[in-house]
């Protein structure tokens, strides 16, 4: 009887602690039945040793092996279900941090009793795996050997069944987790080069003499992708027919490409790439990167330590459950949706035009600078899927305001359970950043070109109209359109208007052309390069000493 009595323990113990593996699937239903093998080893160490004076000991190690084991079958399974693949220990780090903010902003302190509730359950059920464990090892002191041992061969036995049935996945579990650990080790070693402050410290020697302002204009998913074959012709005429407005207007340009890290999505990704010359290919690699943006080289703080003012326009951003508006980079100014006062009726995704947001920077903020030297960073939002609404372009774009709102627009939708896995599948890691929203249709391309059409003429239009304005004007695209599901071109646009020749003498060493048609493929740069190219092309005028070019950024691979 206490054999039996002792046996059903066992498989009691097993059964119950498998059974906590997949809690999980009590909100997710699709994630598949899984068990840790790790158990049943733990076990049979258990039993192995339950007549030595180390038993103590052993039980006290196996609770926390299966402690970590349980935990890392948890994290495997929130990281499936909220990206659709098992996390990086080091992205499920940002992962939960995110977790709790999106909690947080949506239920308040609720948040906070759940995350502790999570915590408080694996300390309960850590206290009753040591207890488990320590009365397996007290029973077997009374049940025969050979009944000991033939139990531990059925548990594994059953474990085998259960797998090679596919009744059950079995999981490595320690092992993989002491595979993850490298992996992230590794990952964070690479990421410690990428925020070190020792990176481009030529570029911070140099000090220019002459301060010539420079305005970047990012137009959303303004990628290579626009030359495709079927709507290659109404392209080229758009921009030519710009470039001979430009041209008349005492402005000369040269066109390059520019490899962003990611396609289809995840903009601030480029933008981050963009302007710290670092590749940011990965959520965790940025939320790791922010924190140092204010003491490491980037491109706003070059401009700052020159003693320019720095300006920054997002107009699509507001705060909202999950992401608070915090100006990373360190600009002297920022407008963002508030700040622009839009009552008009919502146009798209972005809700503001392109030509009210232009308009408001042009009008409001640049004009009282005057002369004083100014650095722009602009990321519009009209040419943001969906495309079909393309604003129109107006006479004064004040007069925007005058159009009733009609409905509340995408801003004041709630967070929905949908939205918050589509921020957390920011975290997913690949080697390849590829989103597809929308089937490369005729119908698609055509609004496509229509309202890249459209923000190009805004930002020109912009650009004709200004009092004062820049020396140096960037228009470029972030990444490339939400279309091709299979494309290997990342390259985006980038157009380099000046009006002083010179400052075009470094593009134009590296593959940059004439005009606003795009070279070949093979003269592309990377937008991780665009910063020490940036600054190489104002000092080369001034005579100053330039510094590196890196293509790759800090990457140790520089061609």
């Known amino acids: 009887m206490k054999t039996l009595r002792w046996c059903c323990l066992l498989f009691g113990t097993a059964l119950l602690l498998s059974a906590l593996v997949g809690l999980p699937r009590k909100y997710n239903p699709e994630l598949s039945i899984q068990y840790s093998r790790d158990l049943l080893l733990l076990m049979g160490l258990l039993v192995a040793t339950a007549r030595f004076r180390i038993a103590p000991v052993v039980a006290v190690v196996a609770t926390l092996g299966w402690t970590l084991a349980l935990s890392y079958e948890w994290i495997r399974s929130v990281g499936v279900t909220a990206m659709s693949q098992e996390p990086l220990l080091y992205d499920a780090y940002f992962l939960v941090g995110h977790l709790y903010i999106l909690m947080r902003d949506l239920i308040g302190s609720k948040a906070a009793t759940i995350f502790g509730g999570v915590f408080g359950t694996l300390l309960v059920v850590t206290v009753l795996t040591w207890w488990l464990f320590r009365l397996i090892q007290r029973r077997s002191m009374s049940v025969p050997t050979a009944a000991l041992w033939a139990a531990v061969t059925a548990l594994v036995a059953t474990g085998w069944a259960v797998e090679h049935r596919e009744f059950a996945k079995g999981q490595n579990s320690l092992a993989d987790l002491v595979e993850n650990l490298g992996k992230s080790v590794e990952i964070k070693d690479r990421i410690g080069r990428v925020i070190s402050p020792k990176a481009y410290a030529d570029v911070r020697k140099v000090e220019l003499q002459e301060r010539p302002s420079v305005h970047i204009y990012i137009v959303e998913s303004y990628g290579n992708g626009i030359r495709r074959r079927t709507v290659r012709n109404e392209y080229y005429a758009m921009t030519d027919g710009l470039q001979d407005r430009l041209r008349s207007a005492g402005w000369a340009t040269m066109t390059g490409l520019s490899e962003a ?293 800090t990457s140790r691979k520089q061609k």
Not at 382 to 408: A, Q, T
Not at 529 to 552: D, E, H, W
């Open 261 to 553: 890290p990611v396609m289809g999505g995840r903009s601030w990704l480029a933008d981050a790439t963009l302007l710290s010359g670092r590749l940011v290919k990965y959520e965790s690699v940025y939320r790791n990167l922010v924190p140092h943006l204010a003491s490491i080289a980037t491109v706003p703080g070059f401009f700052n330590d020159q003693g320019y003012t720095t300006v920054l326009m997002r107009p699509k951003d507001t705060a909202r459950p999950g992401v608070a508006l915090v100006n990373h980079f360190e600009f002297d100014r920022t407008i963002f949706s508030k700040d622009l006062a839009y009552t008009g009726r919502p146009y798209g995704w972005a809700e503001i035009p392109d030509q009210y947001a232009l308009g408001h920077l042009r009008d409001e903020v640049l004009a009282p600078l005057g002369d004083e030297p100014n650095f722009v960073f602009a990321h519009l939002g009209s040419s943001h899927i969906p495309w079909d609404e393309v604003p129109p372009l107006v006479e004064d774009w004040r007069s925007f305001n005058d159009y009733k709102r009609r409905g509340k627009g995408n801003a004041d939708e709630q967070l929905s359970e949908r939205q918050i896995k589509n921020q957390l599948k920011r975290f997913k890691r690949k080697d390849e950043i590829r989103l597809r929203r929308l089937k490369p249709t005729a119908d698609n391309i055509d609004d496509y070109l229509r309202i890249i059409t459209y923000s190009m003429e805004a930002v020109i239009g912009h650009v004709l109209d200004m009092e004062n304005p820049p020396d140096m004007v960037v228009v470029m695209g972030d990444h490339q359109p939400p279309l091709y599901k299979n494309n290997t071109d990342f390259t985006v646009p980038i157009h380099i208007l000046v009006r002083d020749p010179k400052l075009h003498r470094e593009f134009r060493k590296h593959g940059f052309r004439r005009g606003m048609r795009a070279p070949k493929l093979a003269d592309k740069i990377r937008h991780e390069g665009f910063f020490s190219l940036l600054v190489r092309a104002l000092a080369r005028p001034q005579g100053l000493k330039m510094p590196k070019y890196r293509s790759r950024g």
